[in-house]
């Protein structure tokens, strides 16, 4: 009560409870808009997509792992192209990165290129966000408007790398748990999953649900072994989708149905809990699955961007200007 007493809501009260509601505001509506770069940039997206184009016309698997990038990006500390920046204290080493994220060189010749059009002008956060959305359309997935604007980090940061990218060992209640901790809802999460349609994972990710899980169809696992035995062989590679590993599909989805999930994740999504439904539903209908990852997608880019004079705009995506 005292709290409210008369002259209590002190110019500090005003000052922190107006502040929070910017900050909220700020979370909730960044300044981006898709038509950033039309009078500073107007080749950019063009420059883009061709560059992801031959990518993936050469190696298919590019198209997932510029995909990734941008969500290892945006989900630790907001989409800052943090992920990109060399360096021991780096994201690049943490856990879920090290050995594993791809597709530096696709963005460096995308920079490069934008560098000599348009010098200083488009972020290498903005260039994973467009590079994820044209390599999905490049591999037969939805499309959708980029909003852009995003400005970059001048910092990275390994440990938050290492605590917010979600586990391949965690059940269903975690992963539900990590995205809404992002601001998803479940369904988010179910269909932004999907984007493992595409893609490949390393044995040391998948080789303790191939030897000793029983929710697995006994004929995929059988055929895995024989690239991933019980010990070696770490970073040998199996695709996330067995059916259709470059397209972009809904075959992930119908996998789970018959228990041919790769990652422990992956099948948690199918496995008697309240997502089977919406498994179910995106194995029968590939329209909505698009729709809904097309949606989530726009949202998960507008994980806290830095906006208007924060950050920089790199000249070179791995290092600070
Ligand atoms: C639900 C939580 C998720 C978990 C636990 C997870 C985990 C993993 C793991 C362990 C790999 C293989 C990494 C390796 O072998 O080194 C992988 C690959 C991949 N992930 Fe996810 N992931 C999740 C969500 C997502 C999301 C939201 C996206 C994008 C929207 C995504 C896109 C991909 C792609 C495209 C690949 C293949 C990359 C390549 O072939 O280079 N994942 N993920
Ligand atoms: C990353 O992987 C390399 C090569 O396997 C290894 O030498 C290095 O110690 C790893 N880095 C971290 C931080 O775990
Ligand atoms: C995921 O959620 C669990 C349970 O809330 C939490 O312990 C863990 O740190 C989270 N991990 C990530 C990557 O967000
Ligand atoms: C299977 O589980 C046991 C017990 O947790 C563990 O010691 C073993 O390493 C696991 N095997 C594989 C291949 O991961
Ligand atoms: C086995 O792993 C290697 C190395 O990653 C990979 O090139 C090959 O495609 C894999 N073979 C099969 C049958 O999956
Ligand atoms: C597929 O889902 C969409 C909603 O995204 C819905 O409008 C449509 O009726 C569904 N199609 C079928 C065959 O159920």
């Known amino acids: 009560m005292a709290f409210f007493n008369s002259s209590s809501l002190t110019h500090t009260t005003f000052k922190f409870l107006l502040g929070s509601f910017l900050l909220l505001v700020g979370i909730a509506s960044a300044q981006l808009s898709s038509t950033f770069y039309s009078t500073t940039c107007p080749s950019a997206l063009s420059i883009i997509e061709s560059a992801v ?6 190696e298919a698997r590019m198209g ?3 995909l990734r990038l941008h969500f290892h990006d945006c989900f630790v500390n907001g989409c ?19 050995n594993s994220l791809r597709g530096f060189e696709v963005i460096d010749s995308i920079k490069s290129q934008l560098e000599s059009s348009c010098p200083g002008v ?18 037969g997935g939805p499309s959708w408007t980029v909003q852009l604007g995003r400005r970059d980090s ?3 940061s390994f440990s938050a790398a290492s605590t917010n990218i979600p586990s391949p060992l965690s059940d269903l209640s975690v992963l539900i748990s990590n995205f809404s901790s992002k601001g998803f809802t479940t369904n988010e999460m179910v269909a932004l999953s999907g984007a ?5 994972a390393r044995c040391t990710v998948f080789r303790n649900r191939i030897y000793n899980e029983t929710n697995i169809d006994s004929s995929f696992a059988t055929s895995l072994k024989a690239n991933c ?13 067995v059916t259709s590993p470059e397209a972009f599909d809904n075959a992930y989805f119908t996998n789970l149905l018959s228990q041919k999930g790769l ?22 209908n590939l329209t909505s699955f698009r729709t809904d990852f097309a949606n989530a997608m726009v949202k998960m880019g507008n994980l806290s961007p830095l906006t208007g004079t924060s950050g920089q705009i790199r000249t070179n995506c791995r290092k600070a200007n």
């Open 80 to 98: 800052d192209a943090s992920v990109l920046l060399d360096g021991a204290s780096g994201e690049k080493t943490a856990p879920a990165n090290n």
């Open 122 to 139: 488009v972020s290498c956060a903005d260039i994973l966000a467009v590079a994820a959305r044209d390599s999905v359309a490049a591999l």
């Open 229 to 241: 035995s019980t010990s070696g062989g770490d970073d040998n590679l199996a695709p996330l989708d």
């Open 263 to 284: 990652l422990h994740s992956d099948q948690q999504l199918f496995n008697g809990g309240s997502t089977d439904s919406q498994v179910k539903a995106y194995s029968s």
């Open 154 to 156: 001048t910092t990275a």
């Open 64 to 66: 997932a792992s510029l």
């Open 196 to 200: 493992h349609t595409i893609g490949q």
């Open 53 to 58: 184009n031959s990518a993936v016309s050469s």
